[in-house]
């Protein structure tokens, strides 16, 4: 596929008119997916798609076109010049874009890891150990590919196979765990033991369900819950735009009027490889970017537009400046005691379905989902009822929060809309005093 | 779309139970003006194709961007391989004799083609209406754009099925904050609301410009405005809000699938029983819900289904009384229940699933004015801005960008974050009067996300004003 996009990337740049400049970038993917039900395969099949984003840049002004291709060279190359053509007919008929910044020197960089996936043989795995549970579930599996190339000589790739399996399992009564394996290469021993651990979460799920009432309690937040929660807060809230604009939940926090705990430490962290390094507009992101520290909003995410819109400096964020990869940073709380300093309240491991109620403020909404149980004493009583909490993002980081679990959790986005996502959290769990439950 | 796609593809349909072909082109593109400059202007054209083999107890898809014949031979032969390995490991197998031939076509009417108007044409208007909106010197932030999506597709399968359809829609969008002591507040056009299956004339309708000189008024208004209080009180809620009302607490419930689980581990499940069909007394006498593919530039009309189902107008519920749910003809099979054409896909690379076509609640006979004269102690709520309900589609909250109070039957003063919450098993009893044909508007949400994997898809919803009573009520911090 490398190949397929320098000989187009090479046909286009061939095409150039002096004055003309070309961003491409290109994504690809061939992915197999398997919907489970009632641990049987609901629907399955396989989707290969490839896409080119043609941006062509002539006397300041610009203009991009996102081109579907076939990887047949006679059919792509007609419809890839035709595009060229159009582009430059209209690029010229718009005004200058004041806000137009594009790396000119080469930053190349290549990764390759193609460890090689087969998605018959871990289907059978999943339909094998699950045959005497009701799973329900969808298994993502196979390569993604993104790659970057300009007309002033830069080229960049990012080529790997990776599978995402996400999964719950019901009892009889409709509680539900949920459980996600993702990693490039399958280990059936670490997915029977993940398998394992959410059977046996299912016998505690399987007691009396706790009626729980509206009011304040003290509570756990697992890294996937709190990950919920932080999701919310990067509407924005790292966003050096939105801070301007006003449409942050943090635009007081970055005004210095607001602050969080002092163990609360967040970072856009790129380390772990995940996502590439390399900019839409070729600009390279650094590795680590620290965003609150210390409780204190230190930095937000800046793109290259909103840099020569507020005349500071970009930090190679995308437009969107929101977090591809956040970090927050450990605490205190040792992992294998949170029933014991949770002792009584309630331990949270999935929240769903987050919005604003009162964004100038960072309150927001959201429910309960998946494995949330009442903890009397540090022992698990039993599940709760589907339960409603309206909290502000200062309480529950900030005066409200009791502490930080000493272990992360690398959380990988099982989001597909369009394309498999490839972004990631790496994230501890909380415990939180007078947590609002409102419904 | 090619014009011999039918003739291409025909002979190699493989010899398997059924197969069908759906061949999907789609043309987006989008224009923004945001505080007094065009941002770049995006352009989509994407083709594809998705194949489905059911056959000998198997089925599977494949779908690919390579619509050459080579390409489309792959696809076939990834179908095939995942029909055969799923051959007694599926969920369901349909009837496969349930299947009918169909043959037909559908068209957005477009007055003015999207295409007759210069991209500079459209660049300046916008930029003529971000002046409307940056009227005021305490306006933080605001812009406008145009969002235009063009999706044509040809469905054939192995039983001489030929449909042809092309959807086209315009989504127009504008965003208005007002900043007084800290304390921002936005007003938005569009958005999650006002999508219509037109031409370029639609933006000539709906003037854009008058709208964002009110929508700038009113976001200074509300920066300065009251917090709105903690009650229970009666509610009239706008179409850009029942919308959601109407999508999140009988849309979402009432869709199939969920119903039979496939949505358990993503987009959850619902409240909603089989056997709740026929008796379930879901709300008032005066709520007449319909799944209507019929009604002229609504965002979902159309004559047929991505499986080939023909589309036609039916009651969900009937003065109040609950009656079919939003299944396609193979989720209606596997729970045996009647079946509405709503098996959509969000494209060619994702499957059917049972979906929201046009989703409306049908009008009453009060008019706006006799409304609010009836109310002593209310408030009326305006447009969308935050949407929260649980797995099961009970228990809500959404917020609203504008309230004004009611009093003693009167509209009287704005107030600023206004939320509500309730659940959907009670709401729904508590629709005390249902707005007239004045009140009625056709309105539509571009961005309904469910499925694994996922899709986005754009549904329809029209609606009138509504009244409801005793209804919880709060503000913000």
Known sequence: ?439 | MKEDFANIVRPLLPNVDYCSIRFVSRYSNIINATRNVVEPVFISEDEGVMVTVYNDGGCGYGATSNTSKSGIKSAIESAIEWADFTKNRLTYYPKISGIKKQSGSYFTSEDEQWSKISMKDKADYLLEVNKALKSKSSISNWGAGIRYNSIESQFIDTIDSNIRQKLSYILPQMVVSAEYKKEIQTRTYGGHAHARQAGYDFIDTIKMHDRARILAEEAVALSKAENCDDKIIDVVIAPDQMILQIHESIGHPLELDRILGDERNYAGSSFVKPEMFGNYKYGSECLNVTFDPSVTSELASCNFDDDGTQAQREYLIKDGILQRPIGGLFSSQRAEMDHVACSRSCNWNRPPIDRMGNINLEPGQTNFSDMISSIEDGIYLETNNSWSIDDKRNKFQFGCEKGTLIKNGELKSIVKNVNYRGITESFWNNLTTVGDKSTFEILGTSNCGKGEPNQTIFVGHATPTCHFKSIDVFGGV
């Not at chain 1, 549970?133 to 080229?155: C, R, W």
């Not at chain 1, 801070?243 to 967040?266: C, Q, R, Y």
């Open chain 1, 1 to 439: 596929m490398q190949e397929y996009f320098k000989k187009i990337s090479d046909l286009l740049f061939n095409a150039l008119e002096k004055s003309e400049i070309l961003i491409l970038n290109f994504d690809a993917e061939e992915t197999d997916f398997i919907r489970f039900n009632k641990s049987k395969v609901r629907q399955a099949g396989k989707v290969n798609q490839v896409n080119i984003d043609i941006n062509l840049i002539s006397m300041k002004k610009t203009l991009r076109s996102s081109l579907r291709l076939s990887t047949d060279f006679k059919k792509d190359k007609v419809l890839i010049i035709r595009t060229l053509f159009f582009l430059r007919r209209e690029v010229n008929e718009l005004p200058k874009d004041p806000y137009l910044m594009y790396e000119k020197n080469q930053n190349h960089s290549e990764l390759i890891e193609n460890k090689g996936i087969n998605s018959f043989d871990i289907t059978m795995r999943i339909l094998d150990i699950s045959s005497s549970n009701d799973m329900v579930g969808i298994l993502s599996s196979g390569k993604i590919i993104k790659g970057f190339a300009n007309s002033f000589g830069q080229f960049n790739w990012h080529e790997s196979d990776s599978f995402n399996f996400d999964w719950s399992l019901y009892d009889k009564n409709g509680k539900a765990i949920k459980q996600n394996y993702a990693d490039q290469k399958w280990n059936q021993e670490t997915f029977a033991r993940l398998y394992e651990d959410s059977t046996q979460q299912l016998s505690v799920i399987g007691k009396q369900e706790q009626s729980i009432e509206p009011g304040a309690f003290r509570v756990y937040l697992s890294p996937s819950a709190l990950n919920e929660i932080i999701d919310m807060m990067s509407w924005g809230g790292f966003s050096y735009k939105a801070n301007k604009i006003g449409s942050s939940p943090l635009h007081l926090m970055a005004k210095g009027e607001k602050s969080f705990d002092d163990s609360v430490t967040f970072s856009e962290d790129l380390s772990n490889g995940i996502s590439p390094r390399f900019h839409s507009d070729g600009f390279i992101k650094p590795e680590n970017t620290e965003l609150i520290s210390k409780g204190k909003y230190e930095k937000s995410l800046i793109s290259p537009r909103s840099a020569l819109e507020y005349s500071v400096t970009h930090n190679a964020a995308e437009d969107y400046e929101s977090p591809v990869s956040i970090k927050l940073n450990c605490g205190e709380i040792d992992n294998s005691k949170i029933l014991s300093k949770l002792d009584t309240g309630i331990y949270l491991n999935n929240l769903w379905y987050l919005n604003f109620s009162d964004r100038n403020n960072a309150r927001i909404t959201g429910l309960t989902r998946f494995g949330c149980f009442y903890v009397k004493n540090g022992e698990f009583v039993g599940p709760i009822n589907t339960m409603r909490f309206d909290e502000t993002m200062y309480n529950i980081f900030g005066e409200k929060l009791v502490g930080l679990t000493n272990k992360q959790q690398l959380l990988m986005d099982t989001s597909t809309y369009e394309e498999r996502s490839i972004h990631s959290s790496t994230i501890p769990g909380a415990i939180v005093e007078d947590f609002k439950l409102t419904l």
